[in-house]
């Protein structure tokens, strides 16, 4: 079976330019959550998406935004690019919503972001 | 504020030996702990968890002890192996969005 997929693997960009980043998760998964790890640190959570509805955000700013897809796809966009988010960003699928806390997150490979 | 500290960034243990990864956290809402090991170029991968009811979790050599009053846990691998040389790190949550500390590095020489 696929595990979670992201694409594209590298991007880079200039500061205010806007980036889109792509996930698919495990087949049969509705939730998708986004996090940001900046070098030298743990991942940050950004969003978390289920059923197609925001259901938590973490302390990012309106700059970032997601949306999830009828097939549990989801997009993170970044507007403005600031050279702070460079970053590897990191999709995570479970198959409930976050409510359900012993559900394991299962994370895609990432998305390394370098802006300039 | 860090709500989930690693304190140490590295860690260097013998092939064979006992690997202990400590982890402190600040919340005392947090309900379930997790460990994480991330290999470059992947996602973390998920190794084993604890629900904030028990106090030991074992899953073959790899062993999670959580110390409540002391806002405290850690992981024991035994026998270390060089394949576990990853970076790991602890999570914790009580509303599903997990808060990461900053990782440890652990090298495991043959």
């Known amino acids: 079976d696929a595990g979670v997929t992201q694409s594209p693997t590298h991007l880079i960009k200039t500061r205010g330019q806007h980036v889109t980043l792509r996930c698919s998760p495990i087949s049969g998964h509705k939730s998708v959550s986004w996090y940001q790890q900046v070098l030298g640190q743990g991942p940050q959570f950004i969003f978390q998406y289920y059923e197609k509805e925001e259901r938590g955000r973490g302390n990012f700013p309106d700059r970032f935004s997601a949306r999830q897809f009828p097939n549990y796809s989801s997009e993170l966009n970044v507007n403005a690019l600031l050279l702070g988010d460079s970053a590897l960003y990191l999709c995570?699928?479970?198959?409930?919503?976050?409510?359900?806390?012993?559900?394991?997150?299962?994370f895609g490979p990432g998305t390394r972001l370098t802006v300039l | 504020d860090q709500q989930v500290k690693q304190n140490s960034p590295s860690l260097s243990v013998q092939e064979g030996r006992i690997s202990i990864l400590n982890c402190d956290y600040t919340n005392s809402m947090f309900d379930y702990f997790l460990w994480y090991k991330k290999y470059p170029a992947e996602g973390p991968t998920f190794l084993i968890s604890i629900s904030s009811i028990k106090d030991k979790n074992e899953d073959g050599r790899f062993t999670v002890f959580l110390n409540k009053s002391a806002k405290h846990l850690s992981l024991h691998i035994v026998p270390s192996q060089p394949g576990d040389s990853a970076v790991y790190f602890c999570?914790?949550?009580?509303?599903?969005?997990?808060?990461f500390g900053q990782g440890t590095t652990l090298q495991v020489k043959p």
């Open positions: 999570a914790a949550t009580n509303t599903g969005k997990l808060i």
């Open positions: 995570a699928s479970t198959p409930n919503g976050l409510a359900f806390l012993t559900d394991t997150q299962y």
